[in-house]
């Protein structure tokens, strides 16, 4: 109870210093918009058939304006040196990293409730809104556990704005192979049969990265 | 001469013996293809650099999570060793593969679930080497490259299951045929394949152990550095 309580604590003040500005969120929602703008003219998606390419110009809408925020997350932390107080305060590690990720969890899914309709209304597309919303989650989450993790260690190094995509990237192409797949088959309405083995992957891939990086966070953050 | 010097020495004597048999073999002793003729003894090269390629990662993996629960900087050591090795390895297999591909297949490069997941492993060693350059100076860098160590090789399985999936292969561990095609190997190419992953794995620790030594000197030295400016 203890512990669930210190997760809404963090998560409560990262809430709170991005509603003050609102500056990170709007830079994310921005940036997408511009992604699913610049794919238009780069692949004329007038003539095609949206259903098909769809998938893959929402998922690199959410993942590059995702990397802008999670990028933030630790920079800023560390920049206000307000990283030194959280680690100071009476927490626990496991509770610093569940917290961090679910607020850049909150964050990206804002950016995407944003963005889907965005994308439905500029391609003139409907959207099968049951299997599609749970999907989009579920690839948020792997994501969002594994770009909180990387973020920390990126935001220690000399480059760190260049450092984050190139460590998630790599990593997260399974994720990225899945999510995209799982919207595709939304997309066009097949059935769950088809897209089930996507799925399973993305439930693996989940359950094993949020295990491994609530395990390996303490050791990223300690001085 | 240390006992540690001799152990080496008998390692790379090892080494040696088995590149020269692998190199023997895969001449002269295994019989030449019918289908693919000539060209299908790059295999044996290709899948000694890809068993290596892959056991680095795995190295890279266990010393790191060695290093975490130690703080002994030896694993470290061994952890940076394996995957400057390994991406070495790593290159070699994707080289080799494609050198095999273009007469094989007529392309150069496809997305084959295998390639694909060699590249992605050559990726995460890429970014790992990355991170560590990029956080040489802090003193947390042991374990930062620790943690990616882990992510990246805990990535593989899952990148080799999605690239199956993704070209239509149902997800089975094992595979059943050798690079998409079935090709029987005779007595004399089992053999020369047993030898020449040997000579790959044998040279891949004799590298690591040369690797780990210098960077254990590096150390010693930037220490005797430290105390005389002390003094």
């Known amino acids: 109870m203890k512990f669930l309580r210190q997760v809404l604590a963090i998560v409560q003040k990262d809430l709170a210093a991005e509603l003050r500005t609102k500056e990170n969120l709007s830079a994310m929602v921005v940036f997408a918009l511009l992604v699913l703008v610049i794919f238009n003219f780069a692949f004329e998606l007038q003539g095609v058939d949206i259903t098909v390419l769809g998938s893959g110009v929402l998922w690199v809408a959410f993942t590059f304006s995702g990397i802008l925020g999670l990028g933030r997350s630790f920079a800023a932390e560390k920049d206000k040196g307000s990283l030194e107080g959280v680690l100071l305060s009476p927490v626990d590690r496991g509770a610093v990293f569940l917290g961090k990720a679910t607020s850049n969890f909150l964050f990206i899914t804002v950016m995407e409730a944003v963005t889907l309709p965005l994308f439905a209304l500029l391609n003139n597309v409907g959207m099968p809104w049951f299997p599609l919303i749970p999907y989009i989650l579920l690839g948020t989450l792997g994501f969002a556990a594994m770009g909180t993790l990387l973020s920390a260690v990126a935001a220690s190094t000399k480059m760190r704005e260049v450092m984050l995509p190139i460590l998630l990237f790599p990593v997260s192409i399974p994720l990225l192979m899945a999510a995209v797949k799982l919207t595709g088959g939304a997309l066009q309405a097949r059935a769950f049969a088809d897209v089930s083995n996507w799925f399973n992957i993305l439930i693996v891939y989940d359950v094993i990265f949020l295990v491994v990086a609530f395990w390996v966070f303490e050791y990223v953050v300690e001085e | ?231």
Do not use: K
């Open chain 2, 1 to 231: 001469m240390r006992n540690s010097d001799r152990r080496l020495d008998a390692l790379g004597l090892a080494t040696l013996v088995f590149v020269i048999a692998g190199l023997y073999m895969a001449f002269l002793y295994a019989q030449t293809e019918v289908n693919m003729g000539l060209v299908y003894r790059i295999f044996f090269f290709h899948l000694g650099a890809v068993a290596a390629g892959f056991f680095a990662i795995i190295v890279v993996a266990v010393a790191g999570i060695a290093y975490l629960r130690t703080n002994a900087r030896a694993w470290d050591r061994i952890a940076e060793s394996s995957a400057e090795i390994g991406i070495v390895f790593c290159t070699i297999a994707l080289l080799t593969g494609m050198i095999w591909a273009r007469p094989i297949w007529g392309v150069w490069w496809t997305w084959d679930p295998r390639l694909t997941s060699f590249l992605i492993l050559w990726l995460i060693y890429i970014a790992y080497l990355m991170l560590r350059a990029s956080a040489r100076d802090d003193a947390r860098v042991a374990r930062f490259s620790a943690v990616f160590g882990i992510v990246g090789a805990l990535n593989v399985p899952i990148v080799i299951m999605s690239a199956r999936v993704w070209r239509g292969i149902s997800p089975v561990l094992f595979q059943e045929t050798q690079q998409g095609f079935t090709f029987g190997l005779t007595p004399e190419m089992t053999q020369t394949l047993v030898v020449c992953i040997t000579a790959c794995l044998l040279l891949f620790f004799y590298l690591l152990a040369l690797r780990t030594r210098l960077e254990a000197v590096r150390d010693e030295l930037v220490a005797l550095r430290r105390a005389r400016s002390a003094r």
